[in-house]
């Protein structure tokens, strides 16, 4: 409804002033340092405009009045601009968050089995070193000192394993083609457990 009188002034005094904090606002954030998306402030200079261009209309022609329909408008424009994006956003944020917990767990995991494997050389090299105390020739000790060397590394290899893994991680890998003996190989783990089996009167053997 078309309306005229003081508190029709007034009314337009406060939308002026309403006006002019929001320019300075505006401003104000435009000159600050900070990394702001600038874009998100795009329909408050057309709400700005609009209320301006509408305001004068009002003033030469009281009886158009478009300020619901340019309030509407504005409002339209946020939601397709400011308000989709930051939902986007919050949702890449929590699939982030989803692979993130994903990528703890597997680690966990790994590093629960990592533990456990590791073990076994290690008790070797304490098994074979407590052997070599006890060892009765000059060639038994010699002997376990072997089993030591092998287990160590053996231990070494796996450490080596967990650093190559951290380097997937961060792509810095490098893959290499290297040949190995099967039987060689299988000969080696069985060591490994060969001191645990002998305090359990067991044997292992490989036959290929």
């Known amino acids: ?3 005229t009188g003081m508190l029709t002034y007034l009314g337009f005094i406060g939308a002026s002033l309403y006006i002019i904090f929001m320019i300075l606002t505006l401003v104000m954030i435009r000159d600050k340092k900070d990394n702001l998306d600038k874009n998100k402030y795009i329909p408050l200079y057309f ?7 509408v305001a004068i209309l009002r003033l030469i022609v009281p009886e158009i009045n478009f300020i619901s329909i340019v309030i509407s408008l504005v409002d339209m424009i946020m939601i397709f601009t400011v308000e989709n994006p930051d939902v986007k956003l919050l949702n890449q944020v929590l699939l982030a968050k989803e692979q993130a917990e994903k990528s703890n767990k597997v ?4 590093l629960s089995s990592m533990s456990h494997e590791i073990r076994t050389p290690l008790n070797a090299i304490v098994g074979f070193s407590e052997l070599i ?5 000059l060639e038994e000790a010699k002997e376990n000192s072997k089993e030591i060397m092998d287990a160590s590394n053996t231990l070494l290899n796996m450490l080596s394993n967990v650093i190559d893994i951290s380097q997937v991680e961060v792509d810095n890998v490098e893959i290499k083609e290297v040949s190995y003996d099967l039987e060689k190989e299988l000969k ?5 457990y060969q001191y645990k089996l002998e305090e359990k009167h067991l044997d292992l053997d490989i036959d290929i």
């Open 47 to 53: 709400l700005i405009g609009m209320l301006i261009l």
């Open 133 to 137: 105390d006890s060892a009765e020739t």
């Open 1 to 3: 409804m078309n309306s």
């Open 107 to 110: 680690k966990s995991d790994f």
């Open 188 to 192: 080696n783990i069985c060591k490994l």
